[in-house]
Structures are given as structure tokens and as C-alpha cells.
């Protein structure tokens, strides 16, 4: 490390005053920002400041789905904003209308030109000037943040890996253009070759960083967070979708180099298991359970709460009501915006509160007619009336993450239940679909979970306090459990202890209960189902059914909510007098009604290679169907 005396670092940092103003005033874009005394990575690389907010500007690049909308690109929700670009780019997806020039999640270029500012990082670190009476301090930090640099460049590939399986694996600032997504002639390097690059500078990094961080520094990259995104790399490449898929067998570069593995391996399963199972033993983390005697609220207050004790690694937040406003209902009481409407598919994914899914004959499951009891309104329980029986005894964490007909929400301070169904053409009554975003679609449900009960729109008092959990120890128990049962000829001990774990945090009972939860087959379909169920809404969903080559199938047909828009036929048979009441339309409600004919073709899997990049570099070969 080179060294400067502390007079000039004084000089600089008295100046670096406005630079960090102007850097916080625009986050988003660092490097795009600094000042015109600073234009080139000489300038940055000659200033610790400078390069220690280049670090900052790779942190602000890592993947940010906090109130997504790639959860209505799959089967968990459809985005009802007619007048959004969110909305506008869900149907591109749902309709199969995304294309080579069109894939508004695809982000080849931007992700480049972020590994190429970590490949700069990382080469120059070392060599950047620091302060004399600094010098000790920067001996520990700087091997940290070379280290740090190399985990969100590994994270970058993993995403740009689950988009597009094989792509050119660039580590050298010169590789790569900042004005090009990549240098011409570059080929693509295949998915094992991809994985294994993740993987080792993974295990290369771990020891470089601590295993907890000092509380001024969370939020920065942990040795679990490491082993974690190692973790979720090889349990991507053990499935169906990179592991020996036939569908992929033509996809070679120029030179016949093979870029996906024909070859079926039964080892990988057991690499992602113990790359879990390292994170579990790490003794470090642990399921967020501070109300084991409330299921609802032991599951619900992580997605509230500035939990560090289950989040392995997580993206802070600042204190904001933005997701709530969004996500609420938009009735008078909650004034949200209902930004999503769960469909009635993932509803019905909920299992029963005596572990039978509701198809399942002894699930007790009832659609018809009503029950009366408590249900948890976010800060204490309530009573309810004339629930619909769809909703009695289902998991604990539907109550947590799902709003339905005559839910309660801060009853103290809404005075009555949500209600979705008709009522009235709106009129300002109904907490669905009254306002000018919801379009004329029809409705249902919202969202719940990640609500904070301590903010209170309709008072504007409160605020929200969460972070976005990017690894949590939970997705580590489900990788053990999902690697091991591929891994295995039938489940065990060891399959069943750690599924169990994350349905014991929500009092669900323990697996196996079905005859078929003791079968390879069977087993996958829990394991899938507890996926979908636990990260509800965190944006694993639309990753899982591809990994999992499901998504022909769950992607790739009618999706439902309920009857919230009847027709005026309807509300007259309905046989209440008054077509325009509350009765009316609940009457009416709940009748599965489709809202979306979904389309999902095999090329849908992977996502293609944007023409604009094989235009200028004419060695990338396209993926599958594209």
C-alpha cells in the first residue's frame, strides 16, 4: 500500500465533504456522479475516500427486490396497475410477448458494466494511497474490502447464471468495456464452468471475512454470506434445468465447445448439501422465533422487523412506507394501493393447519360456509365474523402474508375488517378495486406479508423499519432438505429434520403425514410446496419453477382470483333484493373467476442473449429457441 501524509489526506477529505453530499443525493449511480476532478479510475484509485465509495456504489448494484414485481410474473400474484410499467412488463412475461430486444429483467449490460467496476476494484485496491497514521487501520480493512468486491462480483455472475445459464466469465478490467456489456469476440464460458468460478471464489473469500459484523458495520458482507450465495449457486446447478438437460444439447460455441452438461450427476445434490450444511454449522443464525406462543406473528415480524438473527446476509433499508402504501388495501380505512392481488393458486398452495394440502381427502378443507372466532390483526387478536370456511385452519403463515374477505387489520384503528367483494360499484366502500390503478380487473385478496403493523396510514403516524432478507437461514434448511432427497434413493431422518425445522417455527406439523411424503417423488412435491409457501413474495418463486422445470405447467395456464366484479346478471340471481349491498356481492364472491390465460414455452426457461449483444460481438451464440 502506498501512503500519504496526513496534511493532504485533511486537504482531500475537507473537499471530500461535498463529494459524499453530492454521492448521497444520487446513491444509485456513483460512479456516474463524481466530480469533474474525478473522471477516471486513476482519480478514484488514487484517493482511499474514492475507492471506498466505489466499494459503496458495487454494494448499491447488488439485486434489490423489495416490493418486486417479479412475484406477479409467476403464479403467486397478478399486478392489477393498468397504468404501470411494472404492470405493462408482468403481462410481457405472462404472455409470452418478451423477446431478445424486450426482457425487462434481463440486465446483461448493466451487470457487466458492474462486474467490470469490481474487476477494477479488486486489481487496484491494494495499490491505493492511505494516510500514514492510517496505515494499521487499512491493513485490516483493505484485504476486507477486496474480499468484499469479490463476493458481489460472484453474486453478479450468479445472477447473470440464473438468467442465462452460460455466459462469458470475464475477471479482468480490460475485458470489458464500462460503455460496452462486453468486448467483441468474447465467447460464453459454459454454466459448470460459471458455477465453479462462484464456488471458488466463494470458498477463496470466507476467510477473509468475519463471521459477524461489528454493528456499525451490518449490513456488509459476512463468511455466511459467502458460504450462503455458494450454497444457492450449486443447488441451481444440481437442478433439472442445469443438470443433464437434454433441452440444451445443441447449445455450443463456434469451436463445438458444449456450454450446458449433457450428463446427469447424482454428486451435485450432495455439493449444494454440504455447502448448507456449512452454513448451518457455522452456529451463527437462527430461525427468527421471538412469539412461539403466536405462530402468525413468530413467522410475520421478520418481514417487519430489522431481524438479524435468521438473515444471513440482507440488503438495509431505510425506515420507509413506500412498500406499505403500495401493498395495503385501498379502502378508506387502510388507503392503500393493493399493488398485487395473490392469486387463488397460491392460496390454495396453504396447507391445513393439520398438515394436509386441501385436496388432500382428511384435510377437513371446506369451501362452502362461514366460522366465527379470532383472528391476528397484526398487533393483538380480534375477533371476526362470517369468515369463509376457505380460510379456516389453513397454515399459520397464510394469516401472516394473505388479506381476504373480512381479514383484520389494526382494528383499533381501521373500526372494520377488510373487505374485497363487491359492494356497491365501489363507491369508496370496497377496499379492493375503488381506486383509478385497480383498472377493471377482478379481485380477491392482497398482500400481507412484509406489512408493518406500527405504521398507520390513514393516521400517517409510524413508520416502517425492515430490511430486504437477500439469504436467510430458512433457504438453508430447505437446500439441505431438497439436495438430500434428490440425493438420497428415498428420504430420511435427514430429509425430514430440516423441513421440519421451518414448519416447527409456524406449528405445522411434522413430515412425513401422507404416504407419499416417504417417496423421492413425493417428498419433492412437499419441498417444492414449503419453498413456495415460506418465501412467499421474496422473489424466489419465479427462479424456483424454472430451476425446477415446472413453469410449462404453473406458468403455462389460466390463473384465478375471485368474483369481485360480478355481472349485474349475477348480482340478480344472487336473490338479495338490493343488488348494490355489501350481501349482494359477498353473495357473488367467492367463485373462482380467470384473470389471465398464461402462456410459457421451453424457451421461457432461459432467458436469451440480447440481440444488441450478439450484433456486436459475433462469437455469442444464442440460448434454446431464441
Known sequence: MLLYNNKEMKKTCLFLVSVFLLVAASCNKYLDVVPNEYVTDDDVYNNINLAEQALARLYNAMPDETGSTITSYTDESYHHWTDNGGALDAYKFNLGTWSTTDNPIGNWAGRYQDIRRANTFIERIEKVPVPLDRSEYYQTWIPRYKAEARFLRAMFYFELFKRFGAVPLLTSSASIDLNEAASSNVERNSTDEIVDFIVS??????????????????????????????????????????????????????????????????????????AAMNVINLGIYSLYSPFPDN?????????HTRDYTESIFQRIKENSTGLDGNWLPNGPPFKGNGQFTPLQEMIDSYEMKNGYPIGEQGSNYQSTGFWSGQLWDGLKWQAVSNISNMYKDRDPRFYASIFFQYDVWRYDATKRPVKLAFWGSGNGKTDGWANSKSGTNPWGYNIRKFLSPDYDRNANTGTAKRNWPVYRLAEMYLIYAEAMNEYLDAPDNRVYEYINKVRNRVKMPALPILAADQTKAGMRKRIQNENRVEFAFEAHR??????????????????????????????????????????????????????????????????PVPQSEIDKDPKLVQNYGW
Not at 559 to 570: D, R, T
Request: hydrophobic share 40%; charged share 20%; proline share 4%.
Open 542 to 607: 419465479f427462479w424456483d419453477v424454472r430451476r425446477w422445470m415446472i413453469a410449462s405447467t404453473v406458468d403455462n395456464q389460466a390463473v384465478h382470483v375471485l368474483n369481485a366484479k360480478p355481472s349485474a346478471a349475477e348480482l340478480a340471481a344472487s336473490g338479495v333484493q338490493d343488488v348494490n349491498s355489501e350481501e349482494a356481492g359477498v353473495a357473488v364472491f367467492y367463485k373462482p373467476v380467470i384473470i389471465q390465460t398464461r402462456i410459457f414455452q421451453d424457451k421461457h426457461y432461459l432467458m
Open 201 to 274: 471464489e466463494c470458498d477463496d473469500i470466507a476467510s477473509s471475512l468475519p463471521s459477524v459484523q461489528e454493528p456499525s458495520q451490518v449490513g456488509r458482507v459476512t463468511q455466511g454470506a459467502a458460504l450462503a450465495l455458494k450454497a444457492r449457486t450449486l443447488i441451481y446447478a444440481a437442478s433439472p434445468l442445469f443438470n443433464g438437460n437434454a433441452l440444451y444439447k445443441d447449445i455450443s460455441n463456434q469451436d463445438g465447445k458444449k456450454l450446458f452438461s449433457q450428463a446427469y450427476d447424482r454428486e451435485k445434490w450432495k455439493r449444494a448439501a454440504d
Open 295 to 303: 405462530p402468525i406473528q413468530n413467522y410475520a415480524a421478520q418481514f
